[in-house]
């Protein structure tokens, strides 16, 4: 048994005899063992071998220790045990616990706390099940990628503060937990975050989150596509810095979404911008500015000029909405969206104005001439005198044209002009202070 690889093929042998051989001298090419029954309780912690481990396809009765052992390389693929704890496990290469079945009925299925791995770590195809964790894995440390593909796991996989020195792989996985399913709040992950190919994660709280990353820092892409987030809270990514793209399908969240503080280099993929200002205006629990100057900026810089304005309109819109607003900053609000699209839009006073002044043209043309109110003056005079009325220019001399006030119409006429020409000079105003920018929101 050591050096070459010894098939017990079902067989059973005292798991003690396991920590002897690593203890004694030990072949160079390390200890590879398969198929073993494995009496007693498998205890390794402690060890330390500069040999690589292969315990393949072995079933053991008690929960399997590895806390602070250290070795070459470690494969524990195919492991039938009631859990593993590693916590502290130091290896120089690579850990694999492929196709396992670890059910735990009083803690966590399998215990990587603080493991430092110089490769990766690959959990492919395993099966975890634990009262609160099926995989504890903080501070978690791996020199290449984290594989939990294909991983079924029932309990929260908890990954707070993990440094992975490449992607972090769940394709076709499926995480459920009575809290968060997958839970990695400040992780670094220097490559990309696959959540995709089938993906399945769930939560049967009303407060947390399926998928929980905040404040995690992502070199790449962070890609959520054909997978399907459900609880009343699908993802929570406040804070969450990449380094490229996020590929993100509002259809694959079930439930709402935290975005805010959420940083990406790019315009979002796998959804329309509809579909992104549809998800922050009805999927977030509350406003935030951030999401929307984020979108804005994004299409900014791809030259998307349209879509900015869409975006920063929505962003308006969703602060009248659910903003904390006084009742005059949500009426101010309110008027410059209706006149200017909130600085936006600027032309939409001059629609105003135009209309401002076509108000006037009919009360003097065609409500007082008719009414033999206009003294002396042709309809055409008629016009001009309701254009000079409301119009925000200078005066010009020798006005002939006059409503008589004698009567309550004509009195409505003149005071119904004043009150035009202060609306003109109030559109004029806003189209100035729109084009210019001076009432544009970037709360």
Sequence with gaps: MRGDAVDFAGRTIPASLIRDLLTDQLDQRGLRISGAHLSGQLDLSDVAVARPVVLRDCTAERPVLLDRARFASLDLSGLVAPSLSAPWLRLDHYLLVQDARLTSEDGWA????????????????????????????????????????????????????????????????????????????????????????????????????????????????????????????????????????????????????????????????????????????????????????????????????????????????????????????RLWHRVTGATVGYGYRPALALVWLVGTLLAAVVLVAAVAGPAGLVRSCSTVEQVGHALNAVTPLAKPEGVKCQVLTTTGLGRFVVVSTWVLQLLAWAFATLFVAGFTGLVRKTT
Excluded at 211 to 222: C, K
Aim: charged share 25%; glycine share 12%; hydrophobic share 40%.
């Design 110 to 329: 399998l215990d990587l706390a603080e493991a430092d791995v110089g490769g990766h770590v690959s959990l492919r195809g395993s099966r975890l099940s634990g009262v609160e964790h099926a995989l504890h894995a903080p501070k978690l440390r791996t020199g290449s990628q984290l594989h939990l593909a294909e991983v079924r796991a029932d309990g929260t996989v908890f990954l707070d503060g993990a440094r992975l020195g490449g992607n972090l792989r769940c394709d076709g996985a499926t995480f459920t937990a009575t809290g968060v399913a997958l839970l990695g709040v400040d992780m670094q992950v220097e490559d990309n975050v696959y959540l995709r190919r089938g993906f399945r994660a769930r939560t049967g709280s009303d407060r947390l989150a399926a998928v929980r990353i905040r404040g995690s820092r992502i070199g790449g892409q962070l890609v959520l596509r054909d997978c399907r987030l459900t609880g009343q809270r699908a993802l929570d990514v406040k804070h969450v810095k990449t380094g490229k793209e996020i590929l993100l399908s509002p259809e694959a969240l079930d439930g709402g979404v935290e975005l805010d503080g959420l940083t990406y280099v790019g315009v979002p993929r796998d959804a329309s911008v509809d579909e992104w200002l549809d998800l922050l205006a009805t999927r977030t629990p509350t406003y935030a500015s951030q999401p929307y100057l984020q979108l804005a900026a994004a299409h900014q810089a791809a030259g998307n000029e349209r879509d900015v304005r869409r975006t920063r309109i929505a962003q308006q819109r969703d602060l009248i909405r659910r903003g904390r607003l006084t009742r005059w900053g």
